[in-house]
């Protein structure tokens, strides 16, 4: 696990079972780490994936020391931790299983339906208020999805997994992200309304921003899919940022400045308020920890 330091991620730790991740997301800001284990963040990302076999026992073995803090843990803050190759592996149920056990606060990022699996133990979690779930959804056009993320779950399937979740009383936000200038920035309104409708409880939103080889890679692909507006969204990009198509400014990188910014941002208001006029947040319980002895009983942390 890692603590997180970054003052505008909305995470205190951060457990991520899979390094690399086979959605294969054209601007996803996590290709840059694989670099670090010597593989390249184009298809390599994609197609080599570590995997944390014993992340289940080193979760436990961190719950159990003496100077643990209880606040929520992140699952995943950089790689989808229900990527295709959690079906073969299972860590991230086996995590949550943890979690479970420990009367724990656990919070996961995912655009896979592939959670669907686990909504037995995420449904004994949200009984407890111990468990947040944030589906991210860039689109509601099918072709543009499968051309920005590949291998993620459908648009269809992404807001019947938020419907399924919510269903189950499990507290879901629908993120919106990337907003990508001339791409996708037209949707913010149908996609606030359709996560709505489905039973999202919140929505967040983020502009897109390509930090390191991630621009090359995405202007590759903007030249491979949409020549003809090409030069429009790297211009509308550099708007938002400053002048560069990336941004590592803490409080700015993830909204961006600027005219463009702020009509972004104005749009997404509206419609959250038209939308979800009555959102209600309720912060994860994390008075309910416990540490399980060797006989199977339990006692208070």
């Not at 390094?19 to 010597?38: I, L, S, V």
């Not at 005219?259 to 419609?271: M, T």
């Amino acid at each position: 696990m890692n603590k997180l330091t970054s003052p505008d991620v909305g995470m205190y730790y951060s457990l991520n079972p899979y390094q690399g991740c086979e959605h294969g997301c054209t601007y996803c800001y996590a290709r840059p780490t694989h670099e670090y284990w010597g593989y390249s963040a184009g298809t390599d990302f994609e197609q080599t994936v570590l995997v944390k076999k014993n992340a289940p026992e080193l979760l436990e073995v961190a719950l159990r020391k003496k100077k643990w803090e209880v606040k929520p843990v992140s699952l995943s803050g950089n790689t989808d931790c229900y990527q295709p190759c959690e079906r073969t592996y299972g860590i991230t149920r086996k995590l949550l299983e943890i979690f479970l056990k420990y009367r724990h606060p656990v919070t996961i990022i995912t655009k896979n339906s592939l959670i669907e699996r686990d909504l037995d133990v995420l449904t004994e979690l949200s009984k407890l208020n111990l468990v947040h779930v944030l589906i991210s959804i860039t689109s509601l056009d099918e072709e543009l999805r499968r051309k920005l993320e590949p291998r993620t779950a459908s648009c269809a399937k992404k807001l019947t997994t938020i419907e399924r979740l919510s269903a189950q009383g499990i507290p879901v936000t629908a993120m919106l992200a990337p907003i990508i200038p001339a791409i996708n920035d037209h949707e913010l309104f149908a996609l606030v309304k359709a996560v709505s409708e489905r039973g999202a409880q919140h929505v967040h939103y983020q502009v897109v921003r390509l930090n390191g080889p991630n621009g090359e890679i995405f202007k590759n692909w903007l030249e491979h899919h949409y020549p003809e507006r090409a030069e429009k969204v790297i211009h509308q990009l550099e708007a938002l940022h400053g002048g560069k198509i990336n941004d590592s400014r803490f409080g700015i990188r993830m909204k961006g400045e600027g005219a463009y910014s702020l009509n972004i941002e104005r749009q997404f208001k509206i419609a959250r308020e038209r939308f979800l006029p009555q959102r209600s947040s309720s912060k994860l319980r994390t008075d309910l920890f416990i540490i399980p002895d060797e006989s199977g009983q339990t006692s208070l942390f």
